[in-house]
């Protein structure tokens, strides 16, 4: 797929990468640039190839953010947040709504794309229940004018996986593609 789509930009969730896989691996003909934020045990991870074709840059993410398996290069933000509701996962969502506070720039076109794990955000409706991980999320996109382009279910009976932009001309369409390898999302 990396080599006979002609893909420019491929962003991957969940990419269960450690410190074992060399980018050299992932990308043996070396014609990406690789951004990889590892999460080094069992699931989650996100990782980006980029065409050398195109000029980009890995945004320097503040300490204060490590926690998140989120990358930022250019103006896009690849984020995976795993599934849960405890305080662990309100401190998480807290962690990611801080960091698109710091890092959304108001003069750019920003994307944040991933999978957060929110199955009750009603993307169609802008709604959800009103609790500490679906409603701060949901106000901040709502707040930094973004808008849900991923139309379709991703996994099951909900949109999991998210493509959000702040000027939506950006973007001709988002299509559905079947589940890559041992994936359950489209």
């Not at 929110?118 to 409603?135: M, V």
Request: aromatic share 10%; charged share 20%; glycine share 4%.
């Amino acid at each position: 797929m990396l080599y006979n789509d002609n893909l420019d930009v491929l962003l991957i969730t969940e990419s269960w990468l450690d410190d074992t896989f060399t980018s050299g691996l992932l990308d043996p003909e070396c014609k990406f640039s690789i951004y990889r934020k590892d999460r080094n045990r069992h699931g989650g991870g996100v990782f980006v190839f980029v065409s050398k074709v195109l000029r980009s840059s890995e945004v320097h993410i503040d300490e204060r953010f490590n926690q998140l398996e989120m990358l930022c290069f250019d103006v896009l933000f690849v984020i995976y947040r795993p599934p849960g509701a405890d305080a662990t996962s309100v401190n998480y969502i807290d962690g990611v709504i801080q960091c698109l506070s710091s890092y959304c720039l108001l003069n750019r076109v920003n994307i944040v794309t991933g999978d957060l794990n929110c199955p009750k955000i009603n993307w169609l409706t802008s709604s959800c229940p009103n609790d500490s991980i679906n409603r701060p999320l949901l106000d901040c996109i709502t707040e930094y004018g973004f808008a849900q382009i991923v139309d379709f279910r991703t996994r099951q009976w909900h949109v999991l996986d998210i493509v959000l932009i702040d000027e939506m001309q950006r973007v001709l369409f988002v299509t559905e593609r079947p589940p890559l390898s041992y994936s359950d999302h489209s």
